[in-house]
């Protein structure tokens, strides 16, 4: 009797495996770089590259498809590879340009999460031009798109120059109206024939195209984030210092040691106020006029701060004019403001484009370097 | 020698039972459903569904002080006679049917949406099927074994979600009570979900070594649960804005997808994997204790020969219907309500009544 009953379980743990769905590598396509756009006829383009598997570097397969929906997109795609499409797992997401001019672009992602499979946490990435070009393009002596893509918006976005935004983030900043969602943004450089990361572009809540801001401006708005890892580096023209004629030596550097942000919020008449503090402790890392730090170092902290000041002010009345708000001054105001936050909840952009906002920036320099 | 004793439980047992049939059947909508009643206040909710638990089960517990040497079902035949004690029977045996249902239900639909997509649900059943058999034909003793053996292996699973913390936002928490009282009163008979299966004291009592601390030992069984609900609860405010909560489905699982490892992506197959065991908490109990209580009405035959009809009618049904995700939410919402009446108020009666026995039964006596 035990034989037999053994005997079962044997026999149906052989023939019940649940590998129906399995695929040999040998015949997997992997895309690893996804990109969607709208062509020149307004239509709705499906951009892949595949990695070739092979003796030859760096061979890819590049191809796109016209499509009305991504899910839909796949048996499209799959007629174009040699083997069966796994596309469940790309490293980045790229969006062109032109789709970006379109609100709600957003929605055409949904089979991303709704398809418990795929992975959330691939790269999205806003290109600064029509797709066409970057998944036409051949890259010599680089590597592979989706590798160089990857690789930028991942070290870059830890030196504080870009932010880091993965379709799952992209999803969390689209629901939350306090806040406008922000994008690693790539450019293709035609002289130097290569990709350059250029900053990070902003949508407004709806997901549409509002302004790009370049690396400083990106480096700030992290620290307005309190996202900036310790290290980021900040370049200031000093302003009254001799400058040459073709080279410019009014510049001081210095990387962030440590940093202290504070938001305060308020409300009155009819209007937000913000109060941002920060707190910045400094390493020179360039200076190129000649100020005895050691002697006047007041001198160099208050102009340091001054010029920072300014670029804040001046980074927070571009928000305030495109009515976004990448840094989520809105989080702020909905847990100390609710009510008020409430009233405005469903046009945060513009409440937020009227608020009032001071900063205060305080640098204090704590390393002047190996040279005085 | 009385069968209880030949199977004892010891007090960590208890309380790993208690705690698993609690976790292990709500741990998945009790995010979703305490945003969607009360916002990011309904962490709220969690803490006063616990303090509100806890006088029915200390009562559940000191009804059974009555009974040492015997479960609820005796208890109730030796104080009100056979007759009224088998349509408790039944109302105990098909209370635990439909919470072993749920469970196995809400495990099933997980598997299929998160790992196996291609997999029929019937082989996947007939799979759960063997360990739930092997568990439950041991009795109580093995029951203990079995808890307490998840939850040594598994109790280091609540320390992932504080991975997700570092990304998420503490200010979507404040301000606390945004909206007052009402929304945090309303989503508590829904949080109450999250703390059925106390049932179980019913059942397991008589079979406790260390009778004294049974009220203890419940009561701790309760503050797991709730700290479990609490911490998972809190992360996913924490990490999801408070629109985006509402439109997750399973936030418990999306929340460990964003968790990226170097050498791992889609961590969450195994997190699934993993939380089978502690459903499994959820309704292999409740199968034996059903299957206890039909064979207490039918008075004779083995707990045995119950679960295998009961595993078979299971398996059977399954292989012909399987309810939808919107129908098994609205299961819930049924047991939830049943589980009220059956868990919360029916103690208080018993309690009560056996109260006014006594005090008549003095009267009498001195009069």
Same mark, same amino acid.
């Given at each position: 009797m035990k034989t037999i009953i053994r005997g079962t379980w044997l026999f149906l743990a052989l023939i019940i495996g649940g590998c129906g769905d399995k695929i040999d590598l040998e015949a997997a396509a992997v895309p690893l770089a996804a990109g969607i756009d709208l062509d020149d006829n307004n239509q709705l383009r499906f951009y892949v590259s595949n990695p070739v598997f092979g003796d030859k570097n760096n061979e890819e397969q590049q191809y796109n498809i016209p499509v009305t929906s991504l899910r839909e997109s796949r048996s499209i795609q799959d007629a174009y590879t040699?083997?069966?499409?796994?596309?469940?797992?790309?490293?980045?997401?790229?969006?062109?340009?032109?789709?970006?001019?379109?609100?709600?672009w957003f929605k055409i992602l949904d089979v991303v999460f709704r398809d418990a499979r795929n992975t959330v946490l691939d790269r999205m990435v806003a290109f600064n031009g029509p797709l066409e070009e970057m998944f036409t393009v051949k890259t010599d002596n680089q590597p592979p798109l989706p590798v160089i893509l990857r690789g930028m918006v991942d070290s870059k976005s830890k030196r504080g120059a870009t932010v880091l935004t993965t379709v799952q983030d992209m999803h969390r900043q689209i629901f939350e109206e306090a806040l406008t969602p922000s994008l690693s943004e790539v450019t293709y450089d035609a002289k130097q024939k290569s990709f350059r990361l250029s900053g990070t572009t902003l949508l407004t809540h709806k997901g549409k195209y509002a302004t790009s801001i370049g690396f400083q401006e990106s480096v700030l708005l992290n620290l307005l984030k309190k996202d900036a890892t310790k290290g980021v580096s900040l370049s200031f023209a000093i302003p009254g210092e001799p400058n040459s004629d073709f080279f410019s030596l009014n510049r001081a550097s210095f990387s962030v040691r440590d940093i202290d942000t504070?938001?305060?919020?308020?409300?009155?008449?009819?209007?937000?106020?913000?109060?941002?503090?920060?707190?910045?402790?400094?390493?020179?890392?360039?200076?190129?006029?000649?100020?005895?730090?050691?002697?006047?170092?007041?001198?160099?902290?208050?102009?340091?701060?001054?010029?920072?000041?300014?670029?804040?002010?001046?980074?927070?009345?571009?928000?305030?004019?495109?009515?976004?708000?990448?840094?989520?001054?809105?989080i702020y105001a909905r847990a100390y403001q609710y009510r008020h936050y409430k009233e405005n909840e469903n046009n945060w952009g513009e409440a937020f484009s009227d608020a009032e906002i001071k900063c205060e920036v305080k640098v204090t320099i704590n390393s002047m370097g190996t040279v005085k | 020698m009385s069968p209880f004793v030949k199977?004892?439980?010891?007090?960590?047992?208890?309380?790993?039972?208690?705690?698993?049939?609690?976790?292990? #059947?709500?741990?998945?909508s009790i995010p979703r459903e305490m945003a969607r009643f009360a916002g990011t206040d309904g962490w709220i909710a969690i803490v006063l569904g616990w303090l509100i638990t806890s006088i029915p089960s200390l009562l559940?517990?000191?009804?059974?002080?009555?009974?040492?040497?015997? *479960? #609820?079902?005796?208890?109730?035949?030796?104080?009100?006679?056979?007759?009224?004690?088998?349509?408790?029977?039944?109302?105990?045996?098909?209370?635990?049917?439909?919470?072993?249902?749920?469970?196995?239900?809400? *495990?099933?639909?997980?598997?299929?949406?998160?790992?196996?997509?291609? *997999?029929?649900?019937?082989?996947?059943?007939?799979?759960?099927?063997?360990?739930?058999?092997?568990? *439950?034909?041991?009795?109580?003793?093995?029951?203990?074994?079995?808890?307490?053996? #998840?939850?040594?292996?598994?109790?280091?699973?609540?320390? #992932?979600?504080?991975?997700?913390?570092?990304?998420?936002?503490?200010?979507?928490?404040?301000?606390?009570?945004?909206?007052?009282?009402?929304?945090?009163?309303?989503?508590?008979?829904?949080?109450?979900?999250?703390?059925?299966?106390?049932?179980?004291?019913?059942?397991?009592?008589?079979?406790?070594?260390?009778?004294?601390?049974?009220?203890?030992?419940?009561?701790?069984?309760?503050?797991?649960?709730?700290?479990?609900?609490?911490?998972?609860t809190l992360v996913c405010f924490v990490y999801f804005s408070p629109s985006e909560m509402i439109e997750v489905n399973q936030p418990v699982i999306s929340v460990l997808k964003t968790i990226q490892f170097k050498f791992l992506e889609r961590i969450e197959i195994i997190f699934i994997s993993l939380y089978i065991g502690l459903y499994s908490l959820s309704w292999i109990p409740a199968l034996y204790f059903m299957a206890y209580c039909l064979k207490w009405t039918t008075n004779g035959a083995r707990v045995r020969s119950y679960l295998i009809g009961l595993l078979a009618f299971i398996g059977i049904g399954t292989y012909f219907y399987l309810p939808t995700f919107n129908q098994s939410v609205w299961l819930e919402y049924m047991m939830t309500r049943i589980g009220i009446v059956v868990e919360y108020i029916l103690?208080?009666?018993?309690?009560?009544?056996?109260?006014?026995?006594?005090?008549?039964?003095?009267?009498?006596?001195?009069g």
């Open positions: 040699s083997g069966a499409l796994e596309g469940r797992n790309y490293q980045v997401y790229v969006v062109g340009r032109k789709l970006l001019q379109h609100e709600n504070k938001i305060k919020s308020s409300y009155s008449n009819n209007n937000f106020h913000f109060l941002i503090r920060m707190k910045v402790s400094a390493a020179m890392t360039e200076q190129l006029f000649t100020l005895d730090i050691q002697q006047h170092a007041d001198i160099l902290e208050r102009k340091l701060s001054q010029q920072m000041q300014k670029q804040l002010e001046k980074l927070i009345r571009k928000f305030q004019k495109h009515q976004i708000d990448p840094v989520g001054f809105g | 199977s004892p439980l010891s007090f960590l047992q208890y309380v790993f039972i208690i705690a698993g049939i609690q976790i292990g #059947i709500a741990i998945l559940t517990v000191q009804i059974m002080k009555g009974s040492p040497d015997g *479960t #609820i079902l005796d208890l109730i035949k030796k104080k009100l006679g056979r007759w009224l004690a088998i349509p408790f029977a039944l109302v105990f045996a098909a209370y635990l049917g439909g919470m072993a249902y749920i469970g196995l239900l809400r *495990t099933l639909l997980i598997i299929r949406v998160w790992l196996l997509q291609n *997999t029929s649900p019937f082989i996947v059943l007939v799979l759960l099927f063997i360990p739930t058999y092997i568990v *439950t034909r041991e009795g109580t003793n093995m029951l203990g074994r079995f808890a307490e053996a #998840i939850f040594y292996f598994l109790c280091w699973l609540p320390f #992932i979600y504080l991975l997700p913390l570092k990304e998420g936002q503490w200010l979507n928490i404040i301000p606390i009570l945004k909206e007052g009282w009402l929304p945090i009163l309303s989503a508590v008979p829904t949080v109450l979900f999250a703390y059925l299966g106390f049932i179980a004291v019913f059942f397991l009592y008589p079979h406790l070594t260390h009778k004294k601390h049974a009220g203890a030992g419940v009561l701790l069984a309760n503050t797991i649960t709730m700290m479990m609900n609490l911490l998972i103690p208080i009666v018993i309690w009560i009544y056996l109260v006014i026995r006594e005090k008549v039964r003095r009267e009498e006596q001195l």
